[in-house]
C-alpha cells in the first residue's frame, strides 16, 4: 500500500522561516542607509528654504541682524531638529549670516550670505564672522 504524504516537514518549514528570515535582515539593514540619505536631503531642501526666508528677512530689515530669532527661521530649525540628532547653528551681523548643521551621514551643511551652501568633512567655523569657512 502507497503513502501519500501531503504537507511539509518540520525541517522544510524552518529552512523555509530561516531563509525568509535572512533575506529580511538583509533588507532591513539596506534601508537604514537609505532612510539616513532621504533625512540628509531633507536637511539640504530645508537650509534651501532658510536662505529664502533670510533673503526676505533681509529684503523686510535692510540687515541679517536678528535673523537668527525670527520666527521663520525657528520654524525650519524645529524642523530640521526633528531630522537630525546633530547640531545646527545660527550666526548673524548686520550684513552677513551664517547656518551650519551636522548631518545624520557624520558631515557637516553650511549655508550662508555669500550664497554658498557646500558640504564638510569636519565642523566649519561660522563665528566670529558669519561665513562658511
Keep these: 500500500m502507497p503513502t501519500n504524504k501531503k504537507g511539509f516537514t518540520l525541517i522544510e518549514l524552518l529552512v523555509v522561516i530561516a531563509i525568509i528570515g535572512i533575506l529580511a535582515g538583509v533588507v532591513l539593514v539596506s534601508?537604514?542607509?537609505?532612510?539616513?540619505?532621504?533625512?540628509?536631503?531633507?536637511?539640504?531642501?530645508?537650509l534651501d528654504q532658510l536662505r529664502t526666508a533670510a533673503e526676505l528677512y533681509y529684503a523686510?530689515?535692510?540687515?541679517?541682524?536678528?535673523?537668527?530669532?525670527?520666527?521663520?527661521?525657528?520654524?525650519?530649525?524645529?524642523?530640521?531638529?526633528?531630522?537630525t540628532s546633530g547640531e545646527i547653528s545660527c550666526y548673524d551681523s548686520d550684513d552677513k549670516y551664517?547656518?551650519?548643521v551636522e548631518l545624520n551621514s557624520g558631515n557637516w551643511r553650511c549655508i550662508d550670505s555669500r550664497i554658498t551652501s557646500k558640504e564638510y568633512d569636519s565642523e566649519p567655523s561660522c563665528s566670529p564672522t558669519p561665513a562658511c569657512e
Aim: glycine content about 4%; aromatic content about 6%; overall charge negative.
Design 31 to 46: 534601508l537604514s542607509g537609505a532612510r539616513t540619505s532621504a533625512k540628509d536631503a531633507r536637511i539640504i531642501s530645508e
Design 98 to 100: 551664517c547656518v551650519k
Design 60 to 83: 523686510k530689515k535692510n540687515e541679517y541682524e536678528g535673523f537668527c530669532d525670527d520666527s521663520d527661521y525657528k520654524m525650519i530649525e524645529d524642523d530640521i531638529k526633528s531630522q
